[in-house]
C-alpha cells in the first residue's frame, strides 16, 4: 500500500483567490493523479503529474486553472486558481506505482468557495 | 468516458452476499477491471481487480464472464460499514498512461 498525506484536508476560500493542495507519499510512485469529485457526483480526472515536465490534462481542464507541479517521484500540488463557487469540491490525489497495479488514494482536500 | 455501467443502487440484508454487477461490453483485450468503494467523505479504497480470471482476496470475490463483457463483485457476508458507493472501472490506456475512469457507481446499503 502507499501512504498519501494531502494538505490542508479542508479549507473555505474567498472567491478570486488561489488555494494550492499539498500530495505527499511515503514511498516513490510511478504516477500521481489529480481527480475533482464535485457534490454528490462522481470522481473526475483533471489530470497526470509528470515529473519534470507539464502535466497532461483532461478535456476541461487547463493548465492556468488547474497549475500541477511534481518536482520528485513523492510530492505533487494542484493549484485552484481564480476561484468561484463553482469549484467547490473535494479534490484528491491518486498514485499508482507500476504497470497494472492498484491505485492508491488521498482522503481529499473539501473546498468550499463562498 | 467511463466504459462501464451499474445500478445507480442496490440494498442487502446484513449477512448475506452482496452481489454487484457491472458492465463492460466495449472493453479491449489487455484491460483490467478494477472495483473501488468510496465510503462517505473519504477517498476511494481499493478492493479487487482482474483481467479475465476470477479473483479473490480478503474483501471481495471478482467474477468474470468469459467474453469479458460483464462482472460481477462479490461481498461474501455483507456488514454494515459495506455501505458505500463501489466504482466498477476498467483501466484504459490514454497517451501512453493507465487511467482509471470513474462512472456513476452503485450505491449499496447493508440493512441491519
Known amino acids: 500500500s502507499a501512504v498519501i498525506s494531502q494538505k490542508p484536508s479542508r479549507d473555505i476560500c474567498q472567491r478570486g483567490t488561489s488555494l494550492t493542495i499539498q500530495c505527499q507519499v511515503d514511498?516513490?510512485?510511478?504516477?500521481m493523479f489529480w481527480y475533482r469529485q464535485q457534490p454528490g457526483q462522481s470522481l473526475t480526472l483533471i489530470a497526470t503529474?509528470?515529473?519534470?515536465?507539464?502535466?497532461?490534462?483532461e478535456s476541461g481542464f487547463v493548465i492556468d486553472k488547474f497549475p500541477i507541479s511534481r518536482p520528485n517521484l513523492t510530492f505533487s500540488t494542484l493549484t485552484v486558481s481564480n476561484m468561484s463557487p463553482e469549484d467547490s469540491s473535494i479534490y484528491l490525489c491518486?498514485?499508482?506505482?507500476?504497470?497494472?497495479?492498484?491505485?492508491?488514494f488521498g482522503q481529499g482536500t473539501r473546498l468550499t468557495v463562498v | 468516458d467511463a466504459k462501464t455501467t451499474q445500478p445507480p443502487s442496490m440494498d442487502c440484508a446484513e449477512g448475506r452476499a452482496a452481489n454487484l454487477p457491472c458492465n463492460h461490453s466495449?472493453?479491449?483485450?489487455?484491460?483490467?477491471v478494477y472495483w473501488y468503494r468510496q465510503i462517505h467523505s473519504q477517498g476511494p479504497q481499493y478492493i479487487i481487480h482482474g483481467l479475465k480470471n476470477n479473483e479473490t482476496n480478503e474483501m471481495a470475490s471478482l467474477i468474470i464472464t468469459e467474453d469479458r463483457k460483464s462482472s460481477t463483485l462479490i461481498l461474501p457476508h455483507a456488514t454494515l460499514r459495506d455501505t458505500a458507493v463501489y466504482y466498477c472501472i476498467v483501466r484504459v490506456l490514454i497517451q501512453g498512461a493507465q487511467k482509471l475512469v470513474f462512472g456513476q457507481g452503485t450505491r449499496l446499503t447493508i440493512n441491519p
Open positions: 514511498s516513490q510512485v510511478t504516477m
Open positions: 503529474a509528470n515529473q519534470g515536465s507539464e502535466a497532461t490534462y
Open positions: 491518486s498514485v499508482v506505482r507500476g504497470w497494472n497495479t492498484e491505485a492508491f
Open positions: 466495449t472493453i479491449s483485450g489487455n484491460e483490467y
